[in-house]
């Protein structure tokens, strides 16, 4: 950059001094801007000539630096970018709970198909149990499944065919918080894992022993911890890529009405067994109460009755 300005002589100075009084403030700036454009031009030479003399080795130092530096800063920028923009994916977990009723000859076939049919979905089986019906106890089933989205309503389907539904309960819960979250401290630990490997493969910054054993040990805790919170987040992950569907299996039950039913001369020809079994069985049991004490105190007690009785009986003859 070259300042160029045009000055007048002497005597023109002296005229005009005389006839304005205000250029000589002008002529006064131009002169501090001319040497100021000389200083400026000075320094600019003198400092791009260390530039160009050594212009290698800068250049070499900022490569070096570059790629010791860790990428934090930018790591850092996309993750604010990340939290800062809209919400645009929901993680939810949802889980339904049905009841089924079937015939109670039909209970163990209608499991069977249900679970057959799981396994021609994409559906994982996560419990399953049978047990079928006995003079002592009702027969029930249960199968406890994940189902991809996709495929609940032909689950569904599949269940109205075999059996009826009696109650379905659905809940939702919101995961999207516990998912950005752990997504976050994946990040932050695999940047600080890396961070640990360039310190390490590092020759030129010399180290202690200490120093090496220190990152090493360092880098195998990050290393488990980063494992740690990649399993929760593969189980946040199953939670919420797919539904968890838990069916009740119980046998259908058959209401008699009628006014035989509520009869109560009948009721009681009916309970009548069972009061009569209820009444020796108590029976039963007082006696099994009481016959050891009366073996134990009766005994003695006649044996000296009747002893009482045959002195007196003899008085008396």
Same mark, same amino acid.
């Given at each position: 950059?070259?300042?160029?300005?045009?000055?007048?002589?002497?005597?023109?100075?002296? $005229?005009?001094?005389?006839?304005?009084?205000?250029?000589?403030?002008?002529?006064?700036?131009?002169?501090?801007?001319?040497?100021?454009?000389?200083?400026?031009?000075?320094?600019?030479?003198?400092?791009?000539?260390?530039?160009?003399?050594?212009?290698?080795?800068?250049?070499?130092?900022?490569?070096?630096?570059?790629?010791?530096?860790?990428?934090?800063?930018?790591?850092?920028?996309?993750?604010?970018?990340?939290?800062?923009?809209?919400?645009?994916?929901?993680?939810?977990?949802?889980?339904? *709970?049905?009841?089924?009723?079937?015939?109670?000859?039909?209970?163990?076939?209608?499991?069977g198909k249900v679970r057959e049919l799981c396994g021609t979905l994409q559906c994982?089986?996560?419990?399953? $149990?049978?047990?079928?019906?006995?003079?002592?106890?009702?027969?029930?089933?249960?199968?406890?499944?994940?189902?991809?989205?996709?495929?609940?309503?032909?689950?569904?389907?599949?269940?109205?065919?075999v059996a009826r539904v009696v109650s379905q309960n659905t809940t939702s819960e919101?995961?999207?918080?516990?998912?950005?979250?752990? *997504?976050?401290?994946?990040?932050?630990?695999?940047?600080?894992?890396?961070?640990?490997?360039?310190?390490?493969?590092?020759?030129?910054?010399?180290?202690?022993?200490?120093?090496?054993?220190?990152?090493?040990?360092?880098?195998?805790?990050?290393?488990?911890?980063?494992?740690?919170?990649?399993?929760?987040?593969?189980?946040?992950?199953?939670?919420?890529?797919?539904?968890?569907?838990?069916?009740?299996?119980?046998?259908?039950?058959?209401?008699?009405?009628?006014?035989?039913?509520?009869?109560?001369?009948?009721?009681?020809?009916?309970?009548?067994?069972?009061?009569?079994?209820?009444?020796?069985?108590?029976?039963?049991?007082?006696?099994?109460?009481?016959?050891?004490?009366?073996?134990?105190?009766?005994?003695?007690?006649?044996?000296?009755?009747?002893?009482?009785?045959?002195?007196?009986?003899?008085?008396?003859?």
């Amino acid at each position: 950059m070259t300042c160029r300005k045009q000055l007048r002589s002497p005597s023109s100075f002296s $005229s005009s001094f005389a006839r304005r009084p205000g250029v000589l403030l002008l002529v006064l700036a131009a002169a501090l801007s001319l040497g100021g454009c000389k200083r400026s031009d000075n320094e600019t030479s003198a400092a791009a000539e260390p530039a160009v003399a050594y212009g290698g080795s800068m250049r070499m130092k900022s490569a070096r630096l570059e790629a010791a530096a860790p990428p934090a800063p930018a790591a850092a920028t996309a993750s604010d970018q990340a939290q800062d923009a809209p919400l645009q994916q929901r993680f939810l977990a949802v889980r339904q *709970e049905l009841n089924i009723e079937v015939p109670p000859e039909q209970l163990a076939d209608a499991w069977g198909k249900v679970r057959e049919l799981c396994g021609t979905l994409q559906c994982e089986l996560l419990s399953s $149990s049978l047990l079928r019906e006995t003079p002592q106890q009702p027969g029930n089933a249960m199968l406890e499944m994940r189902v991809a989205p996709a495929d609940v309503d032909k689950l569904l389907g599949g269940l109205a065919g075999v059996a009826r539904v009696v109650s379905q309960n659905t809940t939702s819960e919101d995961k999207t918080a516990e998912v950005i979250d752990v *997504e976050a401290r994946i990040r932050n630990r695999i940047e600080f894992r890396d961070s640990l490997r360039l310190m390490l493969r590092d020759t030129v910054t010399k180290r202690t022993m200490a120093d090496l054993l220190a990152i090493q040990r360092t880098l195998s805790d990050t290393q488990a911890e980063l494992d740690a919170i990649a399993t929760q987040r593969k189980v946040l992950e199953q939670q919420t890529s797919k539904q968890h569907i838990q069916v009740q299996f119980t046998p259908a039950r058959t209401l008699v009405q009628g006014g035989r039913s509520y009869n109560p001369m009948m009721r009681a020809l009916r309970e009548a067994g069972s009061v009569l079994a209820e009444s020796v069985g108590a029976l039963i049991t007082f006696l099994a109460a009481v016959l050891p004490w009366l073996l134990l105190v009766g005994l003695p007690l006649a044996w000296l009755v009747r002893l009482l009785w045959r002195r007196r009986r003899t008085k008396a003859a």
